[in-house]
């Protein structure tokens, strides 16, 4: 069986007059004419049959159905309003969860940090890593920074920067593996292939782009369990990896790694910042994202 209920609008007008006891003050609450108050209140009575309110001299007062009605419909209200402030305070208020890879975290996001940090000194953030795409309704963020092609269901999407990869070793590995000073660095091809478990076909990817996949056919690999682990076994001399310019952009301006082919391979993903679609962003949710394409847009001009 359907449950009855009153129209909204109305019912809110009641509430609010039988909590005042005053057209006056409800009106000023409401920020609506007291002859629309009347107006509302008269729905209701319509709606229910009953008489709500009696019209005196100096006011209204509840009848005796209206003030037995108003002890049920009042705490209801306030009810909503609990639970409406409890969500919007969870929602806007405490440390800013942000949702990424482990690599994005420790080469990209980490580094310039204290950048924001000091922007926003009141804003406490909380960094999650995880693999799988974020589901907002599951999951406790409030952003994310993901890789992909931008369009996942009930986010929104700020682009952030392409996927751009190409081999990378140590100066030294270069001199000792590619067959003296004059030697080509197709040579390094031949000897070890440092593989992220996540990202596994790069390499591939890589030598198909390059017109390089016969020479590396034979190549022994080693794989590591994530980025950061087989950017670090390149840094040790291991091999030759294959880098992303974004996240290496401390390393390859030092010198501690190059690239010896110089043949960058722009994927089709890209990293994104998403949250989502359909939430009031807090304070701290629209400074972090702000702040976070601010320092994209400033670094990409630098680096022209």
Request: hydrophobic residues 40%.
């Amino acid at each position: 069986m359907a449950r009855r209920i009153p129209p909204l609008n109305p019912l809110r007008v009641f509430e609010v007059v039988a909590r005042s006891q005053n057209l006056t003050v409800a009106a000023q609450e409401l920020h609506v004419s007291q002859s629309a108050v009347s107006r509302q209140i008269a729905v209701l009575e319509g709606y229910l049959g009953v008489e709500l309110f009696r019209r005196e001299r100096h006011g209204v007062s509840l009848t005796r159905v209206g003030q037995a009605y108003a002890e049920e419909v009042v705490p209801a209200f306030d009810a909503i309003a609990t639970a409406t402030a409890r969500l919007l305070k969870n929602t806007s208020q405490g440390a800013l969860r942000v949702r990424t890879y482990t690599t994005f975290a420790a080469k990209w996001l980490i580094p310039r940090l204290p950048d924001f940090q000091a922007q926003y000194p009141s804003v406490e953030v909380r960094i999650d890593n995880a693999i799988p795409d974020v589901d907002f309704d599951r999951d406790p963020a409030d952003l994310a920074i993901q890789f992909g092609d931008g369009r996942w269901p009930r986010v929104s999407a700020d682009f952030l920067f392409h996927d751009e990869i190409e081999p990378v070793c140590t100066p030294e590995y270069l001199r000792t593996h590619r067959g003296g000073s004059r030697g080509k660095p197709e040579a390094l091809l031949r000897h070890r292939l440092l593989v992220s478990h996540y990202r596994r076909n790069d390499w591939d990817d890589w030598l198909a782009f390059a017109g390089l996949t016969e020479m590396a056919e034979r190549t022994e690999r080693m794989s590591f369990g994530s980025s950061v682990l087989t950017w670090q076994a390149a840094l040790d001399g291991l091999g030759i990896a294959i880098g992303q310019a974004a996240m290496l952009q401390a390393e390859l301006a030092s010198g501690r790694l190059i690239r010896p082919f110089a043949r960058p391979l722009v994927r089709s993903k890209s990293y994104y910042l998403v949250r989502p679609a359909v939430q009031r962003e807090s304070r701290k949710v629209t400074a972090f994202r702000d702040w976070l394409l601010d320092t994209v847009a400033r670094e990409q001009r630098a680096a022209k």
